[in-house]
T-cell receptor, first 116, second 113 residues
Framework: GAVVSQHPSRVICKSGTSVKIECRSL??????MFWYRQFPKQSLMLMAT?????????EQGVEKDKFLINHASLTLSTLTVTSAHPEDSSFYIC????????????FGEGSWLTVV | AQSVSQHNHHVILSEAASLELGCNYS??????LFWYVQYPGQHLQLLLK??????LVKGIKGFEAEFIKSKFSFNLRKPSVQWSDTAEYFC???????????FGQGTELSVKP
């Protein structure tokens, strides 16, 4: 299947700072990328959908100024958590869809964010 | 609004027991259906998917799922589970409008050796 890679897999940052998470589709063009958040023992919560070259569409209740999403190319999307607080600590997962993905959405490995 | 419901939060089975995990969705239009598995400490992996055709879908590792349109269900089955099947299982639905993948709450499967 298609490969989606996230980086970093784990990151610790201080409260008040910003942290960027990258999501790359390695072998297909990701026209659409999705960002999810997963709390321990819970399901994935869709945060936003981004289409290459356009602004992301955020789900209700997700602060777009806090979770900045950029999808500037067909292989890369970034999520920047701005002015991070401890409650932002979570597992963030990206997924990608597009030509060559066989109408299946593939997921990255996820990124653990800990804000101290 | 589209939603996905998984009936079982935590299922505990002994090895060789049969498995069925329930999944129901609410959406009146055409959908694509998926089951993903998340092993401890690992990322989501696709088990199987249904787009059209034969409603009985076979996936990897001996899993299968049956799409019953009249019941809006897509239950996951395996005739004989193994200890290595211990994981979290997620049902997901993607509609043809917007293409968002919506997940159920997940079912934790624990298989006792």
């Amino acid at each position: 299947g298609a490969v989606v890679s996230q980086h970093p897999s784990r990151v610790i940052c201080k409260s008040g700072t910003s942290v960027k998470i990258e999501c790359r589709s390695l072998d297909f063009q990701a026209t659409t990328m999705f960002w999810y958040r997963q709390f321990p023992k819970q399901s994935l919560m869709l945060m936003a959908t981004s289409n290459e070259g356009s602004k992301a569409t955020y789900e209700q209740g997700v602060e777009k100024d806090k979770f900045l999403i950029n999808h500037a190319s067909l292989t890369l999307s970034t999520l920047t958590v701005t002015s991070a607080h401890p409650e932002d600590s979570s597992f963030y997962i990206c997924s990608a869809d597009g030509p060559g993905a066989g109408n299946t959405i593939y997921f990255g490995e996820g990124s653990w964010l800990t804000v101290v | 609004a589209q939603s996905v419901s998984q009936h079982n939060h935590h299922v505990i089975l002994s090895e060789a027991a049969s498995l069925e995990l329930g999944c129901n969705y609410s959406y009146g239009g055409t959908v694509n259906l998926f089951w993903y598995v998340q092993y401890p400490g690992q990322h989501l992996q696709l088990l199987l998917k249904y787009f059209s055709g034969d409603p009985l879908v076979k996936g990897i590792k001996g899993f299968e799922a049956e799409f019953i349109k009249s019941k809006f269900s897509f239950n996951l089955r395996k005739p004989s589970v193994q200890w290595s099947d211990t994981a979290e299982y997620f049902c997901a639905v993607k509609n043809n409008q917007g293409g968002k993948l919506i997940f159920g709450q997940g079912t934790e499967l624990s298989v006792k050796p």
